[in-house]
């Protein structure tokens, strides 16, 4: 069991606020720290402003056993901090590169007044050698040499909690393996590889982790494509190839393709890097052309159901970039509102969590307060985001209200038999034009009939 110590975290957003709450969970006293007063403000009362599942009763836990707090003071969560984790936002900038004016800020913020001993983890998503240029931030404003740790947090949101209290792995990189072992004693809690690299291997690390993730959505979407032009079942497919170990059957969901808050924005700073360094990103290029065809082709299948879209109703069921979060930074909702909207179609859009923030994105949507709502008038629904509630929907009920019944399956998710047998037209990625059912796992069936 690792000591219980003080640490500070420095951004209460998806990643700030999940780190910061478990640390606690975990007996530490954390201060998590942000300049956004309103967040802080509603964090301190309990009152979460990011929807992550499981997240509001742990945040009232610490704050109620004192071991968790809120503040936009650094001075009043650092200096006593042993660990002080930066868990800022690295958006992209307009030519792709990862903006780190968030990170620097609250780095010089900070700076003086670190405890002596005390280590910079890095959470954020950040270049290569940038931990290096933190730690020379860090010596120009104070004179130490404080450590830096990159730790890069791989945590799904939806999920946010269990991945980080169940991590798959640890990465640690830093120039002095003694700092690195420091932050290493804050993971025993985790049952899982802790890897000690250099710091800019684990930076790139992450990087290269996201854009693989990415590649293998836009791999199957090619995928997907090809199926659809010689009338098989990309679903028969995946399951032929996911089978196989070395494949593996996750992110292999064809459809609008992926978005939210890293993906879209990690594959552009790794391209960005590449070609600074002369190195030519062909595969990753192309891992984002194919997911920009995505929302278009769906676009494309609505056309072809219902023929000249100006004036027709669309219906989304669905907004969030995926289910269990109401983050809709690059959602493909978003772009595939911007195309329909063009065309002058009137759109329609419900979705459990993501709605109060959709709202000044897409102000030219109707929100409705419930799928059936979303449903009334249209010519076709897109579902967008698979939320697991959307699989219960009485869909006679939604056929009713609808003008034509027509639904363009965005994540593969609903049971096109099913709907076609209630008289929709079911469009998804990578099936046959006339639905079938899903593949058939023989082994399965095997033990249900009691076979060998
Ligand atoms: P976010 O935008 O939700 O949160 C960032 C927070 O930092 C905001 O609340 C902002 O007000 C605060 N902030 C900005 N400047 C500050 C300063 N000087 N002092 C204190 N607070 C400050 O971002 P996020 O989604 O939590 O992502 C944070 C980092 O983690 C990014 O680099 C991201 O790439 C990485 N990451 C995110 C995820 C994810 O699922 N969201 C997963 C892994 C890694």
Known sequence: MAPLTHIAVMGSGYVGLVTGTCFARLGHTVACVDIDGEKVRRLTRGDLPIYEPGLELLVREGLDAGRLSFTTEAAEAVP???????????????????DLDALLAAVRTITPMLADDAIMVQKSTVPIGTAGLVEGVLASGN?????????????????AIRDFLNP??????????AAAVRVAQLYDFADCPVLITDASTAEMIKYA?????????SFI????????????????????????????????????????????????????????????PRILQAVQRVNADQPRLAV??????????????????????????????HAPSLQLIEVLTEQRVSLRAYDPVAMDRARSLAPEVTFCDDPYTAAEGADALVLVTEWPQFLELDMLAIKQRMRRPVIVDGRNFLDGVALQSLGFTYRAFGLPSTPVEGPTDLAALAALEGMD
């Open 80 to 98: 006593q901090s042993e660990f002080v984790f930066m868990a800022v936002q690295t958006p992209s900038a307009s030519n792709g590169e990862a």
């Open 143 to 159: 004179g130490s040499s404080h450590r830096v740790v990159a730790n890069p947090e791989f945590l799904r949101e939806g999920t």
């Open 168 to 177: 798959d792995r640890v990465v640690l990189g830093s120039s002095t393996h």
């Open 209 to 217: 982790s996201n854009s693989f993730l990415a590649a293998k959505i």
């Open 221 to 280: 979407n090619e995928i997907a494509g090809i199926c659809e032009a010689f009338g098989l079942d990309v679903r028969r497919v995946v399951d032929g190839m996911g089978h196989d170990p070395r494949i593996g059957s996750q992110f292999l969901g064809p459809g609008l393709g992926w978005g939210g808050s890293c993906f879209p924005k990690d594959v552009k700073a790794l391209i960005h890097m590449a070609k600074a360094a002369d190195v030519s």
């Open 300 to 329: 494309r299948k609505l056309q072809e159901s219902l023929g000249e879209l100006e004036g027709t109703v669309v219906g989304l069921l669905g907004l969030s970039f995926k289910p269990g979060t109401d983050d809709l930074r």
